[in-house]
C-alpha cells in the first residue's frame, strides 16, 4: 500500500516562492505508481488540478492559473514529488493535496481527482502581501 505524505507548506508573501514535497512510501524496492498530481482546496472551492506528471517519463502538464508559475517534478531516488511555486498569488491560498495512482498509464492532460485513488493529507499555502 503506498502512503503519500506532504510538507513544505506555510505562509509566503505575494510573489514569492515555496516549494512543497509529497513523500511516497511503498513496500517494494520499485515505485508502482505511473500518475502524480498536485491538487488544491480553497475554502469554499471545490478542488482544483494544479500539475500531474508521469512518474515513468517525467511530462507534465498543469492548469491554466499556476501555468509559467509553478513546476511538478519527481525524484525517483528520494521517492519524492515536488511543487515548486513561484510568483505566488493570494489566490494560490489554499490546501495542497498529491495524489497518486498505480494504474499502468500515464497522463496525457491534467488529471481529474476521480482519476487518482491515493491521496495524502494536504499541506496549507498562505499566501499574503
Known amino acids: 500500500q503506498v502512503q503519500l505524505v506532504e510538507s513544505g507548506g506555510g505562509s509566503v508573501t505575494t510573489g514569492g516562492s515555496l516549494t512543497l514535497s509529497c513523500t511516497f512510501s511503498?513496500?517494494?524496492?520499485?515505485?508502482?505508481?505511473?500518475?502524480m498530481a498536485w491538487f488544491r482546496q480553497a475554502p469554499g472551492m471545490q478542488r482544483e488540478g494544479v500539475a500531474s506528471?508521469?512518474?515513468?517519463?517525467?511530462?507534465?502538464f498543469y492548469g491554466d492559473s499556476v501555468k509559467d508559475r509553478f513546476t511538478i517534478a519527481r525524484d525517483m531516488a528520494k521517492h519524492t514529488l515536488i511543487l515548486q511555486l513561484n510568483g505566488v498569488k493570494p489566490e494560490d491560498t489554499a490546501m495542497y493535496y498529491c495524489?497518486?495512482?498505480?494504474?499502468?498509464?500515464?497522463?496525457?492532460?491534467?488529471?481529474?481527482?476521480?482519476?487518482?485513488?491515493?491521496w495524502g493529507q494536504g499541506t496549507q499555502v498562505t499566501a499574503s502581501s
Open positions: 506528471i508521469c512518474i515513468k517519463t517525467g511530462r507534465a
Open positions: 511503498t513496500s517494494t524496492t520499485t515505485t508502482s505508481l505511473y500518475s
Open positions: 495524489a497518486a495512482d498505480e494504474s499502468p498509464f500515464c497522463p496525457y492532460r491534467l488529471l481529474r481527482e476521480d482519476e487518482l485513488r491515493i
